[in-house]
């Protein structure tokens, strides 16, 4: 009797460990810095998950996060040398730098929004929602979503998010010409609302993550069409891209 119940203690700790490695405990840190000129105001608001856990993998996650944030905060370039704050002090320090320099009224401001939106036992994927207005005729705004090999503790890059590019393709423009209504007699290049690559037509976007139980696709302003067009999600349902999609998201 005293080994059957050893046993079942060894099988529930065994399973409790399994469940506690396989999931990434985190928090939100939330940071906001502000500097003033007069009336005028650069503001950063950052809103961000730190893995907690104190592992190796929740460590280069951590990093790969701060690395998405600097770049946001250098203009879409990123600097490998610079630190978070040290990025967010520059960001502040040009406002400063332009107050003085110019004399007509304007504020500048970053707010990146960042959740977790997918976890599994071998994937994480993180979405960033950023604000961006430092002068010119209109903000920018733009996402991007960082994903992420839990057991390999290493990020997964586009090439990899998709093992059939094609059929993630045909899915992909299907989509997208019922998004914006295309008829079917008509092509995308026919339309003439959209921005397609000379050789190839229609094309996948940079940004694509998943979200709970579905895989997105993300055509940020600009990307495949102007400004007014806006943004172009396309979601799919995980269970029907086996075989298509990257098996970590599929392994729930």
């Not at 600097?79 to 320099?101: C, H, V, Y």
């Not at 010119?136 to 990020?155: C, E, I, M, V």
């Not at 059939?164 to 079917?184: A, I, N, P, Q, T």
């Not at 069409?225 to 029907?240: E, I, Q």
């Amino acid at each position: 009797m005293y080994r059957i119940a050893l046993l079942c203690v060894l099988v529930l700790y065994s399973c409790q460990s399994r469940e506690q490695f396989s999931r990434l405990a985190f928090e939100h840190k939330d940071l906001e810095k502000k500097v003033c000129s007069g009336e005028d105001c650069a503001t950063v608001l950052l809103h961000y998950p730190f893995f907690t856990d104190g592992t190796n993998t929740a460590e280069i996650l951590n990093e790969h996060v701060e690395q998405q944030l600097v770049m946001m905060l250098g203009y879409g370039e990123l600097n490998t040398e610079e630190s978070l704050s040290q990025s967010i002090q520059r960001f502040l320090d040009d406002f400063l730098e332009f107050s003085e320099e110019f004399s007509f009224s304007q504020s500048w401001e970053v707010d990146v929004n960042a959740e977790l939106t997918f976890q599994n036992k071998e994937a994480i994927s993180i979405r960033f929602d950023a604000y961006n207005y430092s002068g010119g005729a209109h903000p920018n705004s733009f996402r991007q979503y960082l994903n992420f090999d839990k057991p390999k503790a290493k990020l997964i890059k586009n090439e990899d998010l998709l093992k059939d590019y094609e059929s993630m393709y045909r899915l992909g423009e299907e989509k997208f010409r019922s998004y914006h209504e295309v008829e079917e007699s008509s092509s995308l290049e026919e339309d003439g609302r959209f921005f397609l690559n000379d050789t190839s037509g229609f094309f996948l976007p940079v940004s694509m993550g998943a979200e709970g139980d579905e895989f997105v696709l993300y055509y940020n302003p600009y990307e495949i069409g102007p400004y007014v067009l806006g943004a172009t999600p396309l979601r799919f349902s995980l269970k029907d891209l086996d075989g298509i999609v990257n098996e970590v998201f599929l392994d729930q």
